[in-house]
């Protein structure tokens, strides 16, 4: 009995592997941002549709990762290395918000096709607005539901903008978020988040890396 029960884990195990790794070879090849998509479409190409094999979206961003780094390797870093200068410029712009780095482009599965997303910190919803506004910089208007913890939620206005030939997605959060993230939608822990003087120490220690494994033997 033991025996079957122990099987019938390491199938399941099994299962939830290749689950994960074509919902991120979806993502990577195809295009898609939701990982729920991602994972329901994988189960349907690989036949698999119990509930118990279904991979956590964590699992998910861990494949995509690998993926991205066996199969795009050095093209990948400089998709990454691009997109997180751009976001330092962006930290520096919007100083006054404090604002903070997060998703993919700091997780590091971003692609060229992803924004950069910020959060930016200010009682008054408007304030970035006016201060985008300010600057002659156009953007478009959206809101999205944050959880801002286990019991409070927001409908926080977006803003989405182009500068330096990359995609902007910039949510405003009230000020006292900047010392606790809100939950992420990939496992509903907080976000991870960078600072800019994080996200400087980010990319020396890049190229830093980049540096010793440049190196003849």
Do not use: C
Request: overall charge negative.
């Amino acid at each position: 009995m033991h025996r079957a029960r122990q099987h019938a884990q390491t199938r399941t195990s099994e299962r939830r592997q290749r689950l994960a790794h074509e919902a991120a070879r979806l993502m990577a090849e195809g295009g898609i941002r939701d990982y729920h998509q991602a994972k329901l479409k994988a189960a349907g190409r690989l036949g698999i549709h119990d509930d118990a094999s279904l991979p956590r979206n964590r699992e998910i961003e861990d494949a995509l990762r690998q993926y991205q780094r066996i199969f795009l390797g050095q093209a990948q870093d400089i998709v990454l290395r691009r997109l997180r200068e751009a976001a330092t410029h962006a930290l520096e712009f919007f100083a006054d918000f404090q604002p903070r780095l997060v998703g993919p482009v700091l997780e590091g599965t971003a692609d060229d096709a992803s924004p950069v997303h910020l959060h930016l910190h200010a009682d008054d919803p408007d304030a970035v607005a006016h201060f985008l506004d300010l600057h002659g910089i156009p953007a478009q208007a959206r809101e999205r539901r944050m959880r801002l913890d286990r019991h409070r939620a927001i409908d926080a206005p977006v803003w989405l903008f182009v500068a330096e030939e990359v995609a902007f997605d910039v949510a405003v959060l009230p000020l006292d978020t900047v010392r606790q993230a809100p939950l992420s939608a990939i496992d509903e822990r907080p976000m991870p988040r960078a600072s800019l003087a994080r996200l400087r120490q980010l990319l020396a220690e890049e190229e830093i890396a980049a540096y010793e494994d440049s190196r003849p033997l």
